[in-house]
């Protein structure tokens, strides 16, 4: 696959310091992309409560302007956001998504409503102290991924956004604590959210940032849940490695195409501003 359509820069508050726009499109080219999309983080809610720093959106836009210009005759450049909790801060949200030219438009879900990031329930953190997964039992778990995907769903409903990132990103954090997450009891509702997805024209992403190489690791969604979205009708797929260094762009990609392909994929199809992109998995 040559297209990496989630990335972040040193934008992002928790962007390497090497990870330059430019740095990250050389990465891209010497990994053989046809396409990048850089999407730094705007958490919106954590801008505006000071939770996070305030992501520099006049500098990633002109960094991005910049190295379309640099690449052109190389790569793709895709101006693009990394948007969280759009629907907890709407006004604020669609003024962002108005003030700039986004190319393509991430829509997460990194933590829920009056609630701390799933991140911080798996460490010991003194400035963001949260119930922590590794104590909760299993039924708390579920119901926490319960709530993920009501809100998710509650998102779709949100105008403008193009992809859905890491649908299961709890899973990473339940999983990195030694828990584990049952997808049986959920996949009703997991089955309805894709078919809302399919309806809204929204793309599911594939996040390989958990996955390794040789194909073990953790898919974002797991194989069943991609199976399901197929088996669901939907033929909107993209890829991110989520990278936030430039070496990891594309992170195992082999293995990601391999699942896609198992799962019954054969190009990625991404809606952007500029309209769907349609680009082969096996390349
Ligand atoms: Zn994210
Ligand atoms: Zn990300």
Do not use: W
């Not at 195992?252 to 990625?268: K, Y």
Request: aromatic share 8%.
């Amino acid at each position: 696959m040559r297209a990496d359509l989630h990335t972040h820069t040193l934008y992002s508050f928790d962007g390497d310091p090497t990870a330059t726009v430019n740095a990250m499109c050389e990465s891209a080219i010497a990994k053989g992309l046809t396409h990048l999309a850089i999407t730094d983080h705007c958490d919106i809610n954590g801008e505006i409560e000071g939770i996070y720093p305030v992501l520099d959106k006049d500098a990633v836009f002109d960094a991005v302007c910049a190295a379309k210009k640099t690449y052109a005759r190389r790569l793709t450049v895709l101006f693009g956001i990394e948007l969280g909790q759009a629907t907890q801060y709407p006004t604020e949200a669609r003024a962002l998504l108005e003030r700039y030219p986004y190319d393509i438009v991430l829509g997460s879900l990194h933590n829920l409503a009056n609630t701390p990031d799933f991140y911080y329930m798996s460490v010991q953190d003194a400035d963001f102290p949260a119930p922590q997964l590794a104590e909760m039992s299993d039924g708390e778990i579920a119901a926490l991924f319960e709530r993920s995907l009501q809100e998710t769903s509650a998102l779709l409903d949100f105008e403008g956004i193009h992809v859905l990132p890491h649908l299961t990103y709890l899973h990473r954090y339940v999983r990195q604590v030694g828990r584990k997450l049952n997808f049986t009891p959920h996949l009703p509702q997991i089955a309805a959210l894709f078919e809302k997805m399919i309806r809204q024209g929204v793309a599911l992403e594939l996040n390989t940032s958990s996955l390794v190489a040789d194909g073990t690791g953790l898919p974002m969604p797991t194989a069943e849940l991609l199976a399901l979205y197929r088996q669901c009708g939907g033929k909107l797929i993209s890829v991110g490695s989520d990278a936030h260094v430039p070496h990891r762009i594309a992170q195992s990609f082999d293995a990601a195409a391999a699942l896609l392909t198992a799962c019954g994929f054969t190009a990625l199809s991404v809606p952007t501003a500029g309209g769907i992109l349609t680009l082969p998995i096996n390349s």
